[in-house]
């Protein structure tokens, strides 16, 4: 298996003219309930190291964050010390979730300014974080609901290439060996990078916040679906993707559309304050059944495949490289498009509250997301959402 690749799509052509030219998913912010608890969870579910912490012990006072890495994927957990934290009243409101997609970036004032310019909404102020070591600046703005876009750029010790080598992530923060992280070399999920990552939205805003991603981002439309593609006999959604100019990162934008019976998009909303957010993030991988099937053995909750679906699936996608016999064993989605076919797998929510998932994919030529599975996906959804009472 693959375990690790560094470079996301798009890196190589990065272009310093361009205030928002994307260079990297820097990182993801998740605001949750108790960070050094949660970091286990990931650390032992889904592989992720526990790389470099800063809480009371290296100077913090107000926040504590561990920064997770797998591949070149970081994931940032933070938790509030006290009250009056952001963290705190996020946590408080949401459970725990996604408060910030941070995109590296060349200068991080001027991407900000830019943004600003296009009439994006301000976060927070260009602040610079400096030591003798070189120097993070950030800066953020708003998208939709309660989740910001923060722009970082970095220098000295601090720059990408060094941080992808196991380098400092921020000042303050200090590396830790926690041996969880041997225990993941020798057992690797292979998960590398961030392949999208899906917002919902209100009924009826999803063309509000493609137009912003266009004006404020850059970003064009990538793919389209309508509730004619997406939809059960029970529900429906309609979903935008909306894609970097660099095509580094997706962000599909789902809205609810009419239905008989509550859609999942809508069921999110009711657990999430009826406020927009991150529904799911989806992890690149290069091999889907050797991921898969690691992240089973350590006691991941996927979504139920039913056996029905194995019944069709092999009509629809025709030849395919895996062994058809495993991947309905591991539980495993397969759609095809005109250029080629992907394999995808889904998580049950990562907390208490119906609203934040993860997904495992792996394309080969396919440059979709799984357009086919959704109907044999939502109906599974369904049969879940009916257990908790929500449908
Ligand atoms: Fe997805």
Redesign the pocket.
């Known amino acids: 298996m693959t375990t690790t690749q560094s470079t996301s799509p798009g890196i190589d052509s990065a272009d310093q003219s361009d205030p928002l030219h994307l260079i990297d998913v820097d990182h993801v912010r998740f605001n949750v309930g108790n960070a050094k608890q949660a970091a286990y969870f990931y650390a032992n579910c889904y592989g992720f190291d526990i790389s470099q912490v800063s809480d009371l012990t290296t100077g913090a006072r107000e926040e504590a964050q561990y920064l997770l890495t797998q591949g070149n994927i970081r994931m940032l957990l933070c938790t509030g010390l006290n009250a009056s934290s952001q963290a705190s009243a996020h946590v408080n409101r949401f459970g725990d979730g996604i408060k910030d997609i941070a995109f590296t970036v060349f200068d991080a004032k001027e991407a900000y300014e830019q943004a600003l310019r296009n009439g994006g909404e301000s976060a927070i102020e260009p602040t610079v974080h400096e030591d003798s070591s070189g120097s993070v600046t950030r800066a953020a703005i708003k998208t939709y609901g309660e989740v910001i876009h923060s722009f970082i750029s970095r220098e000295g010790e601090y720059a990408l290439p060094a941080l992808k080598s196991g380098g400092c992530f921020f000042p303050g923060f200090e590396a830790k060996n926690y041996g969880i992280n041997a225990y993941n070399k020798e057992h690797p999920c292979g998960l590398m990078y961030f392949d999208?990552c899906?917002g919902n939205v209100e009924e009826g805003r999803m063309n509000e916040w493609v137009q912003w991603y266009e004006e404020v981002m850059g970003f064009s439309l990538f793919k389209h679906f309508d509730d004619q593609d997406i939809s059960t006999e029970h529900s429906a959604l309609m979903s935008k993707v909306m894609a970097s100019g660099n095509h580094l990162i997706k962000m599909?934008i789902n809205e609810p559309a009419a239905g008989l019976r509550k859609s999942q998009i809508e069921e999110y909303l009711d657990w999430h304050d009826q406020t927009p957010g991150v529904q799911?993030l989806?992890f690149r991988t290069d091999d889907e059944l050797s991921s898969v099937a690691e992240l089973r053995r350590r006691g991941v909750d996927f979504l139920h495949i039913p056996d029905e679906y194995y019944e069709a699936v092999w009509d629809r996608v025709g030849e395919i490289s895996e062994d058809r016999e495993l991947i309905k064993s591991l539980g495993i989605l397969v759609d095809r498009d005109e250029e080629g076919y992907l394999l995808q797998l889904f998580t049950m929510p990562l907390q208490d509250r119906p609203t934040l998932f993860f997904?495992i994919?792996c394309r080969r030529g396919s440059q979709s997301?799984g357009k086919g599975n959704f109907k044999a996906l939502f109906e599974s959804l369904e049969v879940e959402q009916q257990r908790r009472g929500n449908l």
């Open positions: 999208h899906v599909p799911h989806a997904e994919i997301f």
